[in-house]
């Protein structure tokens, strides 16, 4: 879905020939597998808490099990690109993250970054408060603030990535349909993505927050659930996410390996 919406590009960042490559939070390392195939030369980790990832991989591309919110034992300058998406929900302390990063780039290297946002929206009136996708929103970014990773950091991100020292930095937002409800056949197949994602998703996402946070039965919670995916398909709604495409570069004339 997200090779997709940038139009069949791994990242926008202006890299042309990555050495040593990182990917953090890399899940089931498809980025990473996907990037060490374009690039055969370089060297790819990927850095996951959860040994999800396949064993029959490029040559060139290795994963290890790590928690990249403490101190990476890497050298200061070891990356000349680093890549973060969909961490949303998973850090406490972005400003923290941003200057390890910061750190293991050498100057002039590239730090990228793809998050969505949880918040559903329509342009046109569609999708009114009461509506079982905006109250999914709302319960959702409720827990993400009890548990101490807010859901809503993803519209601060761009200003604490500047904050940490990147330049040549660009931000884009897209809007990602809930389902195949666009006009434009490009958007349209990004919402029939979105549409599985969500519907296969949700209870992954809704089952420990809502369980262990908000202390919801787990019938209640699937019931939550249920309503959501019901949502989903309400044709009436013409629903959609806010995702966030950032990379900066460290300057060239800062300290660094």
């Given at each position: 879905?997200?090779?997709q919406?940038?139009?069949?590009?791994?990242?926008?960042?202006?890299?042309?020939?990555?050495?040593?490559?990182?990917?953090?939070?890399?899940?089931t390392g498809i980025w990473c597998i996907d990037m060490a195939d374009a690039h055969p030369a370089a060297e790819v980790l990927g850095?996951?808490?959860?040994p999800i990832q396949p064993s029959f991989v490029p040559p060139n591309c290795k994963f290890e099990v790590d928690d990249i919110t403490e101190s990476w034992t890497t050298r200061p300058g070891t990356f000349d690109f680093i890549n973060a998406r969909a961490l949303y929900g998973s850090i406490s302390n972005w400003r923290a993250l941003y200057a390890q990063i910061y750190e293991h780039l050498p100057p002039g290297g590239?730090?990228?970054?793809?998050?969505?946002?949880i918040q559903f929206k329509s342009d046109d009136g569609s999708l009114p408060p009461d509506h079982s996708l905006s109250q999914w929103s709302d319960v959702l970014h409720q827990a993400s603030e009890k548990f101490g990773k807010p859901f809503r950091d993803v519209y601060s991100l761009g200003g604490w990535i500047k904050e940490a020292g990147f330049?040549?930095?660009?931000e884009t937002w897209y809007k990602l349909p809930a389902r195949g409800w666009s006009s434009d056949p490009h958007v349209k197949e990004l919402g029939r993505w979105n549409l599985v994602r969500c519907?296969?998703?949700?209870?992954?996402?809704?089952?420990?927050?809502?369980?262990?946070?908000?202390?919801w039965t787990i019938e209640e919670t699937q019931v939550f659930v249920a309503k959501f995916r019901n949502g989903l398909k309400d044709k009436a709604v013409h629903a959609y996410l806010d995702?966030?495409?950032?990379?900066g570069r460290k300057p060239l004339g800062s300290s660094g390996a």
């Open positions: 879905m997200y090779l919406m940038l139009h069949n590009r791994l990242h926008l960042a202006p890299v042309d020939d990555p050495k040593r490559i990182l990917d953090l939070g890399c899940g850095i996951d808490l959860s590239y730090f990228h970054q793809l998050e969505p946002s330049e040549d930095f660009h519907i296969q998703g949700a209870e992954g996402w809704a089952l420990f927050l809502l369980t262990q946070v908000m202390e995702i966030v495409v950032i990379y």
